[in-house]
């Protein structure tokens, strides 16, 4: 018994990840009844995010050089992270997560152009079946292009684009400034989610403040969610560490299994034939493009030890190349 809990349980902490990552728009829509909009709830945590791994990773502040790679990739995780919130909260979540989970096609693009990697026959297939599964999702003949429908699923396409071009700048800031620490990229990520959900918060509509115990409610929800979402990222990234990463990614899908019950149980959102359809084909090609990749042999190069591109919608969440892993950049 301690022997299958032993083997068992870095599994479980990425299954129970994915859970709390499938269900944390329900909080957030919570919050928005609250008078708290998402913008502004994804800001705080986020930035109590950052400042969490500042203080506890203060040392790893030394490894930090300016390069304009960090900036990029903090506007990418701050498109990345406001895309997926102000989606999930404002739209169906289930047909968002599935617009966000496009990655596969981005991912190759922007590795192609940015870290000069060379476009598979492999790659292009996969690009190809994830948005061959959007455009079975949006098509109907009365909308006729088959192209997001409202606000929010633009926002779930653009979420994964910024989620895509997060994966290939972490790999490139791994390459580029080898010895800057991963906890500091981890930083830049909650820090650029913050930032950029502060900015964009100013241009949305601010509902009437909570107050009286609505405050407190909503201080609690959002004091909570900072530390659900701070000791979440510890447990996942305690089974990333032992878990291969093409599996790893496989498990991470579990995600949508919990968001589509989530999303039937709380929101009364029941996916029809062709969400259905459309859902499965991205959601085998983010599977498939974990197991083609899975045997790409990449040089031995020192300055990225620490980080692994996959073409599939996890990679942002795990740079476990050496044991090494790196977070979600969400709310």
Known sequence: MNHWLRTSWP?????LGASVWGMIWYPLR?????????????????????????????????????HWLLPALALAAGITNLGFVWGSIHGQVMRVLLLFYLTPAWT????????HERLTWAGAGLA?????????????????????????????LAGGMGFAMSNVLILKTSRVLPDMRPEMRTATIFGGAALFSACASLFEAMPAPPTGAHLGTAALLVLGLGLLLASNNMLVQYGLARVPANRASIIMLFEIVVTALSAWLFAGESPGSREWA??????????????VHRSKAI?????????????????????????????RAMV
Do not use: Y
């Open 108 to 115: 190759a693009l922007f590795a192609h152009f940015i870290l």
């Open 11 to 15: 599994t479980l902490a990425i299954m």
């Open 30 to 66: 919570m919050l928005a009844a609250l008078g708290v909009t998402g913008t502004a709830a994804s800001a705080l945590t986020s930035g109590g995010g950052c400042l969490f791994v500042l203080l506890v990773r203060r040392r790893a502040l030394k490894t930090v050089r300016w």
């Open 299 to 327: 040089p031995p190069d020192p300055a990225s030890e620490d980080a692994s591109l996959d073409d599939g919608c996890d990679t942002a969440r795990n740079d476990h190349k050496g044991g090494k892993n790196r977070p």
């Open 278 to 291: 459309g859902g499965v084909c991205i959601v085998l090609a983010s599977a498939l493009s974990s197991w």
């Open 128 to 156: 190809a079946l994830s948005l061959a599964g959007a455009m079975t999702m949006l098509w109907s003949p009365q909308l006729g292009l088959p192209v997001p429908g409202n606000l929010a699923e633009w926002a779930g």
